[in-house]
C-alpha cells in the first residue's frame, strides 16, 4: 500500500539551527533515504524550500487569485515528504518514526487513494 | 419448527457468532461485508437446521455458508480489481469440510488488536471493541455511553473505514511491538469495565452488560495468548475485574441508594466470582511478573477476604498502594493511598497527605468526596460539608450525587 509521509516542523525553530545543526540533519536525512532505498519500500521523496516561498493558489467565479504563503497559518509547516509503498499502517508509522523530523515535529501518515 | 428447537438454534449461534464473525474478517477484510454475509448464513442455518438438525461442527458449517455467500457478492459487484482479487483468494483458500471435527481457528485475538490500533481514536476503539467482538448491538452501545444512535453507528463506520483505507493489519502485532499493543488493549477493556462499573452520569450506577463484556472479551484474551510473559496483566486485569464485579449485588440498596464498600452487606457478594478472581490472581503472582493491574487486584482481594469491613488488613492495603504510586504515579491512586493511610493512622494522617494533593485534583470529584468523609471522621463538621459541597458541584452521577448530598445533609442537620 501507498503512503504519502508528510513531514511537518516548526521553521521558526529551523531557521534557528547552526550550521553543525544544519549539516548533522541533512546527513540524518540522507541515511534515511538510503534505508528505505535498501528496504525496498521508496518510491519519492522531496524536501521543500520554506513557506515564505509558497504561493497559494485558489480559482473562484473564473479569477485566479494568488496570494503570497501557505494555504494557511499554522503552527508547523510542510517542509518535505516520502512517498513509500508498505506492507501495511504498521510499516508506514515504523518508517515515519525514523524519520528526522519526527522527533521534533509531526509526520502524517496518508493512504495513497487508488481508483480503479 | 418447535419452541426447543429454535431455543437451541438461538444458542447455539450466540456460541459461535464470534469466532465465526472473527474468521470471515480475517479472511475478508471487510467488517461490514463479514457481518452481512453472516447474517445471511444465520437465516439460512434457522431453515435448514431446523429440518436436517445441527451439524456436528456447527462454527465450520456457518463459515463455509458465510464464505460462499461473500463469493456470490463479490462476483455480483466485483467490477473493482481490488474486489477481484479477494474473491480469487477466498475462492482458491482450503474450504473446511463441515462434518469435520476441527474446530474453526480463532481468529478473534488478531481482531482485538485490529479493533484496538493506536492509530484509530480511543472512543473508536471502545466503540469497535464491543460491537465487533462484544455482544453487543450498535444501539446497546450508544445507550451506555450515552450517544444518539446515529452518532454511534457513524463512529463505527468511520472506524472500519480507516481501518480499511489506512491499511490497518488483520494480525496480532510482531513480537516487538506486543507488549506496548497489549497494554493499549488492556486499556480499552478496563475503560469498557469501569464505564459499567461506576457510571460517569446517567441514572444507574453500574451498566452489568459493560462488565460482563469486558470480562468475557478478557478470558478469551488470556486464553488466546501464547506463552506466559505477555498475559500476566492480561490474568491481572481479568481477577481485578471478577473481584470488583463480585460486589455489584451489594452496591446499590434496596431504596436504589448507592452503599459504600465499608457499608456491604458481604452476603451478597459473588462468593465464585472472588474464588475465580484469586486463584487467577494467585496464579499468575508466581509469574513475578508484577504490574498495575496485578496490585489493584491484589488489594480488592485484601477487600474480598475480610469477611466484615473490620477485619480489612489495611496495613497490606496501604503498603499496597505504596507499590502502584511506585510504578504508576497518579493523583488518583495517591488519594486512595491516602484513605488507606487513614485507616492505618487515622483521619489526620490521611487529610495530610489529601492536603499535597489539592492543586491537581480540584477538579476531581472523588478527592473532594475523600476529603469529605475524613473530615466527618475526624468530627470537623463544617469543613467536611464544605468539602461534600465541592463534590458536589464535580459530580454528575445520580447515585452518586444522592450520597453525597445524604452526607451534607447530615453535616448541616
Known amino acids: 500500500m501507498k503512503y504519502l509521509l508528510l513531514i511537518y516542523t516548526d521553521e521558526n525553530v529551523d531557521a534557528r539551527m547552526s550550521e553543525a545543526e544544519q549539516e548533522a540533519n541533512m546527513a540524518e536525512y540522507y541515511a534515511f533515504s538510503n534505508m528505505v532505498r535498501e528496504r525496498k519500500v521508496y518510491e519519492s521523496g522531496e524536501a521543500l524550500h520554506p513557506t515564505s516561498s509558497a504561493t497559494t493558489v485558489r480559482v473562484r467565479d473564473g479569477k485566479t487569485l494568488t496570494t503570497d504563503g501557505p494555504f494557511a497559518e499554522t503552527k508547523e509547516q510542510l517542509g518535505g515528504f516520502y512517498m513509500v509503498d508498505c506492507k501495511d499502517l504498521d510499516e508506514a508509522i515504523e518508517i515515519a518514526s525514523r524519520i528526522p523530523g519526527a522527533r521534533h515535529g509531526s509526520i502524517e501518515v496518508r493512504p495513497v487513494w487508488i481508483f480503479e | 419448527m418447535s419452541e426447543k428447537t429454535h431455543t437451541v438454534i438461538e444458542t447455539t449461534f450466540r456460541q459461535e457468532y464470534g469466532r465465526v464473525l472473527a474468521a470471515l474478517i480475517s479472511q475478508l477484510h471487510d467488517f461490514e461485508l463479514a457481518e452481512d454475509v453472516l447474517q445471511d448464513a444465520l437465516i439460512i442455518a434457522l431453515e435448514r437446521w431446523s429440518e436436517e438438525g445441527i451439524p456436528r461442527n456447527p462454527g465450520a458449517w456457518l463459515t463455509t455458508t458465510a464464505k460462499r455467500r461473500a463469493i456470490d457478492r463479490l462476483r455480483r459487484h466485483s467490477n473493482l480489481a481490488r474486489k477481484q482479487a479477494l474473491l480469487v483468494e477466498i475462492e482458491t483458500s482450503e474450504e473446511p469440510e463441515y462434518d469435520n471435527m476441527k474446530p474453526i481457528p480463532d481468529d478473534r485475538l488478531k481482531l482485538m488488536f485490529t479493533c484496538c490500533h493506536p492509530s484509530l481514536s480511543l472512543e473508536a476503539q471502545v466503540a469497535l471493541t464491543l460491537r465487533t467482538l462484544g455482544g453487543l448491538s450498535t444501539v446497546e452501545i450508544a445507550r451506555a455511553f450515552l450517544v444518539s444512535e446515529?452518532?454511534?453507528?457513524?463512529?463505527?463506520?468511520?472506524?472500519?473505514?480507516?481501518?480499511?483505507?489506512?491499511?490497518?493489519?488483520?494480525?496480532?502485532?510482531?513480537?516487538?511491538?506486543?507488549?506496548?499493543?497489549?497494554?493499549?488493549?488492556?486499556?480499552?477493556?478496563?475503560?469498557?469495565?469501569?464505564?459499567?462499573?461506576?457510571?460517569?452520569?446517567?441514572?444507574?450506577?453500574?451498566?452489568?452488560?459493560?462488565?460482563?463484556?469486558?470480562?468475557?472479551?478478557?478470558?478469551?484474551?488470556?486464553?488466546?495468548?501464547?506463552?506466559?510473559?505477555?498475559?500476566?496483566?492480561?490474568?491481572?486485569?481479568?481477577?481485578?475485574?471478577?473481584?470488583?464485579?463480585?460486589?455489584?449485588?451489594?452496591?446499590?440498596?434496596a431504596a436504589g441508594e448507592m452503599v459504600l464498600l465499608e457499608d456491604q452487606d458481604r452476603s451478597l457478594w459473588d462468593r465464585v466470582q472472588i474464588h475465580e478472581g484469586i486463584a487467577t490472581l494467585e496464579a499468575v503472582l508466581s509469574l513475578r511478573k508484577a504490574g498495575i493491574y496485578q496490585i489493584q487486584a491484589a488489594i480488592s482481594a485484601l477487600h474480598a477476604e475480610a469477611l466484615t469491613a473490620e477485619e480489612t488488613d489495611w496495613p497490606q492495603i496501604a503498603q499496597l498502594y505504596h507499590l502502584l504510586a511506585k510504578m504508576s504515579p497518579s493523583p488518583v491512586i495517591a488519594v486512595n493511598r491516602a484513605v488507606a493511610i487513614a485507616m492505618v493512622d487515622g483521619p489526620c494522617a490521611g487529610l495530610q497527605r489529601l492536603l499535597a494533593l489539592e492543586e491537581a485534583l480540584g477538579n476531581y470529584y472523588p478527592y473532594h468526596a475523600a476529603r469529605a468523609d475524613l473530615l466527618r471522621r475526624s468530627n470537623q463538621r463544617e469543613a467536611a460539608a464544605d468539602a461534600y459541597q465541592q463534590a458536589l458541584a464535580l459530580c454528575q452521577n445520580t447515585l452518586e450525587r444522592a450520597y453525597l448530598q445524604r452526607r451534607l445533609d447530615e453535616m448541616n442537620g
Open chain 2, 150 to 253: 446515529p452518532t454511534m453507528a457513524q463512529r463505527l463506520a468511520r472506524a472500519r473505514n480507516k481501518i480499511r483505507d489506512a491499511g490497518i493489519p488483520y494480525s496480532i502485532p510482531p513480537s516487538h511491538l506486543l507488549p506496548e499493543r497489549l497494554g493499549a488493549l488492556l486499556a480499552v477493556l478496563y475503560l469498557i469495565f469501569n464505564e459499567g462499573y461506576c457510571a460517569t452520569s446517567g441514572d444507574s450506577l453500574i451498566r452489568t452488560e459493560l462488565c460482563r463484556e469486558a470480562i468475557r472479551l478478557c478470558r478469551i484474551l488470556v486464553d488466546l495468548l501464547p506463552g506466559d510473559s505477555p498475559s500476566a496483566e492480561a490474568r491481572g486485569l481479568l481477577a481485578l475485574m471478577l473481584l470488583h464485579d463480585s460486589h455489584r449485588a451489594a452496591r446499590v440498596n
